[in-house]
């Protein structure tokens, strides 16, 4: 089986991680990693403000800014930890791996790079949205492992706003087919693992539904090219496209996740009431 990697630049788990994992079970038959230029957060920024208005967005910056103060070197840890277990199970990939670098997975000079790849099977780890022209080229398809359940958490952090929305019986990673929509396309295969919702970040969270899951996912990937896998059938209640995470929905779920584990201290704050007046 021939694969292809499309991901983003510095994003360690998955340029090293996942090429490696792909590596141990297929051809890899390149890597198209992407260099975005300043323009493209610019225009993600913009598309923010346009989906939920500058005053809620304002939430989005207070979490940027909460998150890097006090959850992003643990999350670092994590990440070099997880790395460091890959990369002991797992071999680099051949040096001889075609790598390609580009400022967009839709130019006319990536289509080319993966047309002479010839993959079955490409998997794009990605924030863009992949054209027809790009997605359509391997003999098999382009496949995702969104990190979300899939159709209700579409876009972006689904594991955040499923654990924000209490929702949690859909804290998986979804393995689909891409099509023309954004994480719209036929589902193959959710996973899921025993997440801490107390504990654990939803940056950890949402890395684990798809890392704890890679020998799964290699079977379904395996099973696709044999042309013995069919897609799942679902009965969504709700299907919505998320965006940023707020720092008061993270909040809430905290608070809610301490509350469903039944935690002492705030359990003790939320079963609270005054103790009644004694008569002198």
């Not at 990693?33 to 910056?61: H, L, N, T, Y």
């Not at 036929?186 to 899921?192: L, Q, V």
Request: net charge positive.
């Amino acid at each position: 089986m021939k694969t292809l990697l499309i991901c983003h630049e510095g994003a360690r788990l998955h340029e090293e991680g996942i090429a490696r994992r792909l590596g141990s079970f297929s051809e890899v038959a390149g890597v198209v990693v992407i260099q975005e230029k300043p323009q493209a957060q610019k225009r993600r920024i913009q598309r923010e403000i346009k989906r939920v208005g500058p005053v809620r967005f304002a939430d989005v910056v207070a979490f940027r800014a909460y998150y890097r103060l006090f959850l992003s070197e643990r999350d670092s840890r994590w990440e070099q930890r997880t790395l460091a277990a890959l990369a002991e199970r797992y071999s680099p990939l051949p040096a001889s791996t075609p790598v390609f670098h580009t400022t967009s997975p839709n130019t006319k000079a990536t289509q080319k790079f993966i047309r002479e790849a010839a993959p079955d099977i490409t998997l794009a780890c990605c924030k863009v949205i992949l054209k027809k022209r790009i997605f359509s080229i391997p003999s098999h398809g382009t496949y995702v492992m969104h990190p979300g359940h899939c159709p209700e958490y579409r876009n972006a952090h689904g594991c955040f706003w499923a654990l924000a929305s209490g929702d949690t019986d859909k804290i998986s990673a979804t393995l689909l087919k891409t099509d023309a929509g954004i994480d719209t396309g036929p589902i193959y295969g959710f996973y899921t693992y025993p997440y801490d919702e107390v504990n654990e970040s939803h940056i950890v969270i949402q890395n684990r539904v798809v890392l704890d899951n890679l020998d799964s996912i290699r079977d379904k990937l395996t099973e696709i090219v044999e042309g013995v896998a069919k897609p799942v059938e679902i009965n969504p209640g709700f299907s919505h496209e998320w965006g940023q995470p707020w720092l008061t929905k993270y909040v809430w779920w905290k608070l809610n996740a301490q509350k469903r584990r039944g935690g002492p201290w705030l359990t003790k704050i939320l079963n609270w009431k005054p103790a009644p007046r004694r008569r002198p």
